[in-house]
């Protein structure tokens, strides 16, 4: 399996630390090591880094970890291959563009029979399950709201319903975003934690590399950083309720709805 990082924050905040952390996890203190990606929304514009290799030896990995861009909403992933070969196109996370904005999407999950009927308005380029559920979801939500963004809530109530169908298919862990928001979608194992004043220190799991986040904030800055495991040992971090999608905005949760996948079927 594959693993998640996500940001959202209330101000432009770089995840260099996050970063260090979730970048050993890609074949050196873990076995993610079949290629990782990373994408920084900046206003309407997105900055997205994709790699085959190994996060823990990939030199853009590198360049990633010391580069400190900002950003409100970034999303990231480790990848462990199930479905697709290792190869640039199957790297996560994907992007594609919906209503003028570009929406970014990444899986931690197996999903098994997941064959939908796709009109053409988004197809997979690699041959993950992944990558052909996020055109899925997005070709529905066009559907439903035509060339009209709908407002958040209804949005958000929409993929709720569309993950209903998707994760009755297998685990479908993902974190989703238009730059806006962020929905995080626990099918079996996701954390987070938010970080407020007053701000205290924190340390790495997977690095010996502790930051007193008290010397780089203001009093003002709010940021939710959303984790397949936690990333530090001396923080206090929320483990999801597996079947739970959560909208993350301004650096807080802002709602939380329950999904209960029933039996396998196939999506038309």
Known sequence: MC??????CNVPTDICFSFTGFQARGGATDVHSDGWGIAFFEGKGTRLFLDPQPSCTSPVAE??????????NVISHIRKATQGAIGLENTHPFMRELWGRYWIFAHNGNLLDFT???DGSFLPVGLTDSERAFCWLLQELRQRFGSTAPTHTALFDAVHALTLEIAGHGEFNFLLSNGDW????????LSYIIRQAPFT????????????????TTPEDRVAVIATLPLTDNEAW???PAG?????EEGTATKTLATRPGPSKKTA
């Open 63 to 72: 360049l990633v970890r010391h580069y400190p861009i900002r950003s409100k």
């Open 182 to 189: 962020l929905f995080a979608h626990a099918s079996t194992k």
């Open 244 to 248: 739970t999608l959560w909208w993350f």
């Open 116 to 118: 939908p009927n796709l």
């Open 201 to 216: 220190q924190a340390h790495l799991m997977d690095h010996d590399v502790t930051v007193d986040f008290s010397n780089v």
């Open 238 to 240: 929320i483990e999801m």
């Open 3 to 8: 693993q998640l990082l996500g940001m959202n």
